[in-house]
């Protein structure tokens, strides 16, 4: 397998050269499907695939890629290909699965707290491999619905396991406190509850403590946990077949130099510990750490504007097209994708939308940048265009996959009329009144303005 030396796939093939994904030059990019957009490397997204499959080879497992994180169908299609299976949160996601990868619907898990009847439908005649249950009453309902398709739905229970994640506070997701998954203690007796029940197989437990965890200690904790409850059940005569350790190992944001094949490796030995003595399949739902680093935002800086003391540099990306740093002020490293020789200077970089909340980075030491240069903003593969908005009806940027030397372009960029589209629209005969009013009142301040102004 290729390793990289650095953690990203950007780089600059020659001193003095433009900054490339892979081969290909993000200049050229540029010229060619314009700004703001989204750059992948599909060989990295493989790479980084590959590191959990060689660091889990001794046991049955499956990466089940976490959907929300980057929901390209190339990339699902990318992924799927390599034998991935999916984490889905909702219809919308499974619906992509199922367009993607149609032969991989054996191979998605179903999270959620807030599944619907429609979505449970649906998941159970696709086939899904397992739904991770976050409530009593969903189970319930999952058990209804089965009932009624004349089907066996195999379950999970997400368990709570009380564990504290080091991460940001949106994004950490295993203490008693959060809305997600069931107390780990209650957990036995709804295992027993739903034994009783012909539509239901208790087929696994899952948990997920968070996002963008650095250390491999809390997966270890939280799993030690889990497998206790495992070893239970199975002495009350439950054998559940898989255990899904969730997504949440970090990536280092600030340093290009992350040694992403050791983390994948502490990380699996970590969940190995933890999981002695138990024999079934685990399951993993990495987001961030399979797609972060292969993707890269890239925008060219509209102005250079002086306010007082501050320098801004404006871009014509916005918080629209990557909201990490305006929502959790998230550090996005950000490079010029050809840099000018002078001296670096501190400056704000921002968007165009009209928020002060608007912003890539703040007090940020930049190499020199003029009108006209394009920036990089690096690790923004994952939970970048996903959380995209038509914010200040700015059409969403386009997405490139880079394979090889292989530019593909794998979403448009949006336009004006498909943000129009599904909104009302004064009806023709109406719009034509509206012209003709435009027209007259046209000519009326044309009267009205001395000659020859
Ligand atoms: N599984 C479940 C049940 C999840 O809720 C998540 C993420 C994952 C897997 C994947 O986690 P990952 O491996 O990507 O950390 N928008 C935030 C991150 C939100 C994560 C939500 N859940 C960000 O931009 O940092």
Redesign the pocket.
């Known amino acids: 397998m290729a390793q990289h030396s650095s953690a990203r796939p950007f780089h600059h093939p020659q001193p003095g050269s433009a900054l490339a994904c892979g081969a290909v030059s993000l200049e050229a990019l540029a010229r060619r499907y314009g700004t703001p957009l989204y750059v992948y490397s599909a060989d990295h997204m493989v790479e980084r695939l590959a590191l959990f499959q060689q660091a889990l080879a001794g046991r049955e497992h499956l990466v089940c890629y976490?959907v929300?994180?980057n929901s390209a169908l190339a990339i699902l299609n990318l992924l799927a290909g390599r034998g991935a299976g999916f984490?889905i949160?909702s219809g919308g996601e499974l619906e992509r699965v199922l367009a993607a990868a149609p032969e991989a619907a054996g191979r998605v898990v179903f999270?959620?707290v807030g599944k619907t009847a429609a979505e449970i439908d649906r998941a159970l005649t696709a086939g899904i491999l397992e739904f991770?249950v976050e409530s009593e009453a969903e189970l319930d309902l999952l058990a209804a619905r089965a009932r009624k398709l004349k089907m066996r739905a195999r379950f999970a229970l997400?368990v709570n396991p009380d564990v504290f994640a080091e991460t940001?506070p949106?994004?950490s997701?295993g203490l008693r406190e959060h809305k997600?998954g069931i107390g780990i203690r209650r957990a036995p007796a709804i295992y027993k509850r739903a034994a009783r029940n012909r539509w239901l197989e208790a087929h696994g437990v899952?948990v997920?403590i968070?996002?963008?965890?650095r250390s491999a200690e809390p997966f270890g904790a939280a799993l030690e946990r889990v497998n206790k409850l495992v070893q239970q059940l199975r002495r009350q005569g439950i054998v559940l077949k898989t255990v899904d350790a969730?997504?949440?190992?970090?990536i280092d944001y600030h340093d290009g130099s992350f040694d992403a094949e050791a983390k994948a490796a502490e990380y699996a030995a970590a969940l190995e510990r933890a999981l002695s003595g138990f024999e079934g399949r685990l399951l993993l739902?990495?987001?961030?750490?399979?797609v972060?680093q292969a993707g890269a935002l890239v925008t060219r800086v509209l102005y250079v504007k002086q306010n007082g003391k501050k320098t801004f540099v404006v871009t014509d990306a916005a918080m629209n097209d990557l909201?990490?740093p305006a929502?959790?002020q998230?550090w996005h490293e950000i490079v010029p994708v050809r840099p000018r020789a002078g001296k670096a200077r501190i400056v704000d970089v921002v968007g165009p939308v009209c928020e002060s909340g608007d912003f890539f980075a703040r007090d940020r030491k930049l190499q020199p940048v003029e009108p006209g240069d394009l920036l990089a903003l690096l690790d923004a593969g994952?939970?970048?265009m996903?959380?995209s908005s038509n914010y200040n009806t700015r059409p969403r940027p386009a997405e490139v996959l880079v394979e090889g030397a292989k530019p593909r372009l794998i979403r448009r960029r949006e336009t004006l009329a498909d943000l129009l589209a599904p909104e009302w629209m004064p009806a023709k005969a109406d719009s034509a009144a509206i012209e003709r009013r435009r027209l007259s009142a046209l000519a009326l301040s044309a009267r009205r303005r001395p000659l020859g102004v």
């Open positions: 976490a929300k994180a984490d949160v999270s959620g991770n997400r940001h949106y994004i997701t997600f899952s997920h968070g996002s963008q965890i969730g997504g949440g190992l970090g739902e990495p987001g961030r750490f399979l972060a909201i990490r929502l959790y998230a994952a939970y970048g996903a959380q």
